[in-house]
């Protein structure tokens, strides 16, 4: 069954095969949108006249029926079916006979596609949110646990200042306030209703796109037609961008634990369990859930260029260029949901070394502090830089690194402002609708 299919029209098998690809695949996906959807479509069809009272509501007591079927995983689309809009509307039929026929009426199976995919985006957006909100508060508590130990900040890869595990897990809390800004951007893309603008140009049909918006609690509708159409790409381009954000965030701290984990830097371990190990070095633990997640994430972060070489150059109106989407961010989510749990995972479990910079091979890290107490002493501060630089090249240099560090301003090793953070975070979150 085809929704375009007329009494002597027939495709050739191949056609056929090329055409639907991997629809059907990523179909199963949308179909309990597709129903939602569609309620809400044959809703608003009996109260404009569309449908009479009965009819809409024998079709909206079969269409939860088929919703079950979803829930309970037993839906699937019959073999000769094109898709799952195809799939729903002949189960429909079969149940409740010709008026199952009448709740095409209107729309298009281009605006259904598109209400389908802005209704799963808006619901994978709202997991990812909660899972990054999770990690998030993971890092928070961490980073509280750990202020006080202190390990090597690193500028150029060379040692550069103290720094403390608190700060550091505190670093990528504060990022996901970021990226969760740009998540919130998608979501509210996402958030709009293109229900009702048919192919792209309207209906001569007296549609209530206002009532439908508020049924599927959009927060306002897709308003010009052909744009509706044409936020198909780019409602998956804005949710792509910010997935994105939050993998460059978990790929960055992948690496970094990569790098923590090594004998070279040996700052921080994991459960043999949490590890890997090699077929010929009993002594080897290997990072490779990290180095899973940073390949993961910076495959993900390709994602919106992936969907801006398969949108540019795309006039308005629909192309079937668009069905293909759905094969480039779907996967892309599911991937970055399982690195957010990875990531939750290791670091819930990770332990830390102890007393780090007590190695006198950190003590050039305390440099600039020596650079400070001498200008409390009086010193302008590039004489004192100059001081301590030459007793550096003379290798004379050497501070008691056991001595309290005094860092208090905001977002220093002492202070580390976690509570602030917290409290963008939860800004953010409660701008989501």
Wanted: charged fraction near 20%; aromatic fraction near 8%; glycine fraction near 6%.
């Amino acid at each position: 069954m085809k929704l375009w299919s007329k009494d002597n029209t027939a495709v050739s098998q191949q056609i056929e095969k090329f055409t639907v690809g991997r629809d059907k695949e990523f179909d199963l996906l949308l179909a309990r949108f597709d129903v939602e959807g569609s309620i809400a479509h044959v809703t608003m069809l009996g109260e404009v006249g569309l449908m009479t009272g009965e009819e809409a509501a024998s079709a909206v007591a079969e269409l939860k029926k088929i919703a079950q079927t979803i829930e309970e995983g037993k839906f699937e689309i019959a073999e000769g079916v094109e898709d799952v809009h195809s799939q729903v509307e002949l189960m429909l039929t079969n149940a409740i006979g010709d008026t199952g026929k009448k709740i095409h009426s209107g729309r298009s199976r281009n605006d259904q596609v598109a209400v389908d995919i802005k209704l799963f985006l808006r619901d994978a957006v709202s997991k990812v949110k909660n899972e990054t909100h999770q990690l998030f508060e993971l890092l928070i508590q961490r980073s509280n646990e750990l202020q006080g130990h202190l390990l090597p900040g690193y500028t150029h890869f060379q040692i550069a200042m103290p720094s403390s595990f608190g700060l550091w897990l505190g670093a990528y809390a504060e990022a996901l306030t970021d990226d969760m800004e740009m998540l919130l951007a998608a979501y509210n893309i996402t958030n709009k209703n293109p229900l009702g603008s048919g192919a792209g140009y309207g209906s001569s049909f007296p549609l209530n796109r206002s009532r439908t918006t508020e049924l599927l609690q959009f927060s306002q509708p897709n308003w010009n037609a052909v744009y509706a159409q044409m936020s198909r790409g780019r409602t998956e381009k804005s949710v792509a961008t910010g997935i994105s954000a939050i993998a460059g965030t978990l790929s960055r701290l992948a690496m970094d634990c990569c790098l923590y984990i090594s004998q070279n830097f040996g700052f921080i371990s994991f459960p043999n369990e949490l590890t890997t190990g090699s077929s010929i070095m009993p002594h080897k633990k290997n990072p490779d859930v990290f180095e899973l997640i940073r390949a993961k994430c910076n495959l993900i972060q390709a994602t919106p260029n992936e969907l801006t070489l398969l949108l540019n150059n795309l006039p308005s109106g629909y192309h079937r260029d668009l069905q293909l989407t759905k094969e480039v961010l779907f996967p892309a989510i599911d991937e970055l949901i399982q690195c957010i749990k990875m990531t939750q995972l290791m670091i819930s479990n990770m332990s830390v070394k102890q007393n780090i910079l007590d190695d006198e091979k950190y003590q050039y890290l305390f440099s600039v502090e020596m650079v400070n107490e001498l200008v409390n002493q009086g010193i302008p501060f590039r004489d004192a830089y100059k001081i301590v630089g030459n007793t550096i090249e003379e290798g004379k240099f050497s501070y008691d690194y056991k001595k309290q560090l005094n860092h208090t301003h905001e977002g220093s090793i002492g202070n580390l402002c976690n509570d602030a953070i917290v409290t963008a975070m939860q800004d953010v979150l409660n701008r989501f609708k």
